[in-house]
């Protein structure tokens, strides 16, 4: 439940998510074209429900939460390497959110911190290229776990999150 996932080179990575309560940091990393999975180097931190995004074939990891903790960190996993980096973290805890990438920018929307009271009408965006994040208007209403999309323009779609 909850795992990072992306596509690079034609393989999709699943990265991290809960079993039986418990944060994961494994990386699976399955084939279509042999219809195969293997395994890569586990994610530094375990947590799920973060938001993940590729810009020049890496893959980024970001935020998230475990049993109990949220997260701000942000982890680039490189396919190529097999191996991890620690980026600038993400500006809030937080969790359920969405990650798109536009023209090499990430884009985090949304999301849910209890903390802060519940779904976030935030929206972020971090250039890898410098490793800064910045934050941006705010939604008009808060998500978190919202279908998104780039149709030539940034698109969030429903989205929410069965709070306590």
């Known amino acids: 439940m909850g795992a990072f996932t992306a596509a690079v080179g034609g393989k999709v990575y699943v990265i991290g998510g809960m079993n039986n309560n418990a944060a994961l940091s494994v990386n699976e990393i399955y084939n279509p074209a042999t219809n195969t999975w293997s395994t890569g180097a586990p994610m530094p931190t375990a947590r799920w429900l973060g938001g993940t ?45 969405y990650a798109v990438t536009v023209n090499n920018i990430i884009y985090m929307v949304g999301g849910f911190n209890a903390a802060a009271g519940g779904r976030l009408k935030t929206l972020d965006s971090c250039n890898p290229a410098t490793d800064t994040w910045t934050m ?9 776990q919202s279908a998104l999309g780039v149709f030539g323009q940034m698109i969030v779609a429903g989205g929410g999150l069965l709070e306590n």
């Open 136 to 144: 941006l208007p705010s939604l008009a209403v808060g998500k978190s």
């Open 53 to 97: 995004a590729v810009v020049n074939n890496i893959v980024y990891c970001i935020a998230g939460s475990s049993t109990n903790a949220a997260f701000t960190n942000v982890e680039a996993y490189d396919p190529s390497t097999n191996t991890w980096s620690t980026k600038a973290p993400f500006p809030t805890f937080n969790n359920s959110v």
